[in-house]
């Protein structure tokens, strides 16, 4: 293959799903802030909920505006249910799932290499080379923070539908501020990791990656043999194992 | 979460509850239905006198009636009926004002705390704040509660259920005065329950309630020891940590990043230069 090829490192149902992910996600985070913290969202609820209360005497526009937001909170929280819950099944169904393969690796090793990513992130400082050599699809971070992802994920999945059904499965008072608390633990650890994503992939190094991810999948073998060597390694050693059983058929 | 200015303890109005002067006759929670159209419906036969069980969204009022058994000096115990008229104690920094999402809980001038049924979305997160499980569910699913007759004592009445008292429970008063009377209870050797409680609550409550040593245990049965509710405080906490967790390391994470491309895209330029020298070194 010519350095100067294109691979696909993100599937077209991958990028799918994560735009779909990314909009709900941020729907659910702007209309769970409108209960959140009214104090910031007010003008927000306001603009929304003046048409809904215009010319209903019992209601006022600020709780029409947060009624509409909590609303479509709670029918958003379905359809986001539904899709962490289908997506992750295909993947392992598939054996798709490559997010934790790093885990495999032994826990001194996944420190100092969870440091030697950090140090390059936060302080600009270039890997050690074992560790460049040896960089998978994901690195030991992307790993690490998908775990806090995933708990976050069920908290809010899990708190947010038993708040709902309150009533039908019969919630008690204090069963309700548990999953209240749990819920709003969820939302910090989902913002934490909105953070921290976001921040990895503005940085340099990852460009083509973000280009990807919004563009065709693909980065340039160049590029990719840079940052992700092992995983280069395995997907041409596939790619020629596939072309050798392709010109074996024609035979 | 919503920020609120509370009148200072000492301002505003209070209730002494004399408890020991109870006889139980409902009349309060008669007049406080009366007064505020609160609809009736036939209560169940139960066991207790306490009727109906517990407050309901057209109950803003319920005399419970703790059976305790009262022991004296001489070794002598026998069994004792002890009413408590319960509705909501307006809290000195309302928990469930703070909690309310959309700012429908409001606090008057003379630190009543008021459900805005206008504005009420239904979410329940004032029942959820509140130690003394106060407000209801409406069937249209607003929430609801006592509102210390703020109607009445913003025209200069007392409340409805405080007038109507046959052996004068109630003291109602500014609180600076109720608050003197609570205080010359304890010194007569009473207990006294809502003076000195979680800062949760703001360290007390407007409707205070003294009653005999001997029969202090009957309390237990509405008014809970610790006024707080452990995992809503917890969420009081967590509020500003990520509100202002994500403000601060958004702001961090931005310039490390800034930082980074600036640090990048000089490389970058530097690597070009040096590749376009080589370049014509070559030719
Ligand atoms: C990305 C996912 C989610 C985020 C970021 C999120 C965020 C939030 C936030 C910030 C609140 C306000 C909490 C407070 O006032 O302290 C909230 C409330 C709530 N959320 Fe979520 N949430 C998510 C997913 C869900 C899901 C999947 C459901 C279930 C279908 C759900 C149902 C609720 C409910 C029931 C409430 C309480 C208010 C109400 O009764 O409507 N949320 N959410
Ligand atoms: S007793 Fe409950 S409802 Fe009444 S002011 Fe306190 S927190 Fe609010
Ligand atoms: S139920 Fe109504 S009054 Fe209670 S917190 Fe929610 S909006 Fe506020
Ligand atoms: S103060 Fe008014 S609303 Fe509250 S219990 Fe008494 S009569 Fe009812």
């Not at chain 1, 495999?104 to 290499?113: N, S, T």
């Not at chain 1, 790993?143 to 899990?158: D, G, K, M, R």
């Not at chain 2, 997160?125 to 407000?135: I, L, S």
Request: proline share 5%.
């Amino acid at each position: 293959m010519a350095e100067r090829e294109r691979i696909e490192v993100i599937s077209s149902s991958y990028r799918f799903t994560h735009t779909l992910n990314l909009f709900l996600y941020t729907m659910l985070i702007i209309t769970g802030l409108m209960l959140f913290s009214i104090d910031l969202t007010a003008w927000l609820a306001y603009s929304v909920g003046s048409p809904l209360a215009t010319g209903i005497p019992t209601t006022e526009p600020i709780a029409q505006g947060v009624q509409w937001a909590r609303a479509w909170h709670r029918f958003l929280g379905h359809v986001w249910g539904a899709l962490i819950i289908i997506y992750p099944l295909y993947l392992v169904i598939t054996r798709r799932l490559t997010t934790f393969i790093p885990l495999k690796k032994g826990l001194r090793k996944q420190i100092r290499e969870a440091v030697a990513v950090s140090k390059y992130y936060l302080l600009g400082k270039p890997l050690p080379e074992d560790i460049a050599n040896n960089m998978d699809r994901h690195n030991i971070l992307v790993a690490h923070t998908a775990i806090l992802l995933v708990v976050s994920s069920i908290l809010l999945s899990v708190s947010g539908l038993a708040m709902v059904y309150r009533d039908a499965i019969g919630l008690d008072l204090e069963g309700f501020r548990l999953m209240l608390l749990l819920h709003d633990v969820g939302f910090g650890m989902g913002v934490l990791y909105v953070l921290l994503h976001i921040f990895a992939v503005l940085d340099p190094m990852n460009r083509p990656l973000l280009l990807a991810m919004f563009g065709d999948g693909r980065v340039s073998l160049r590029w990719a043999r840079n940052h992700m060597p092992k995983f280069v390694e395995k997907f041409l050693k596939k790619k020629e194992e596939e072309e050798r059983i392709q010109e074996q058929l024609h035979m | 979460m919503v920020s609120l200015t509370f009148p200072r303890r000492d301002e505003g109005v209070a209730v002494l509850v004399r408890l020991d002067r109870c006889i139980g006759c409902r009349a309060c929670q008669v007049a406080c239905k009366e007064w505020n159209s609160l609809e009736y419906r036939p209560t169940e036969f139960s066991p207790t006198f306490t009727t109906p069980q517990d407050l309901e969204p057209n109950v803003w009022k319920v005399v419970f009636f703790g059976e305790i058994t009262r022991e004296y000096p001489t070794g002598f115990a026998d069994p004792y009926v002890q009413p408590i008229p319960f509705n909501c104690v307006h809290c000195q920094t309302a928990p469930c004002a703070r909690a309310c999402p959309v700012g429908a809980i409001k606090v008057s001038d003379e630190g009543a705390v008021v459900i805005e049924g206008r504005e009420c979305i239904g979410c329940g997160y004032c029942q959820e704040a509140c130690p003394y499980n106060v407000p209801r569910q409406r069937e249209d699913g607003t929430y609801t509660k006592c509102t210390f007759c703020v109607d009445r004592i913003q025209h200069g009445m007392e409340p409805a259920c405080v007038a109507v008292c046959p052996t004068e429970v109630f003291e109602f008063g500014p609180a600076s005065q109720v608050l003197a009377s609570a205080e010359a209870e304890r010194a007569a050797g009473k207990e006294v329950y809502g003076l000195n409680l979680d800062s949760y609550v703001g360290g007390s409550i407007r409707w205070v309630y003294s009653i005999s040593k001997d029969k202090a245990h009957a309390l237990k049965i509405r008014l809970p020891e610790k006024a707080t509710v452990p995992f809503n405080f917890l969420r009081e906490v967590l509020n500003p940590v990520i509100r202002y967790g994500a403000v601060l390391g958004a702001a961090l994470l931005a310039v490390i990043g800034v930082i980074h491309e600036v640090k990048y895209r000089k490389e970058r330029v530097k690597a070009l230069k040096e590749a376009t020298k080589e370049k014509g070194g070559k030719e």
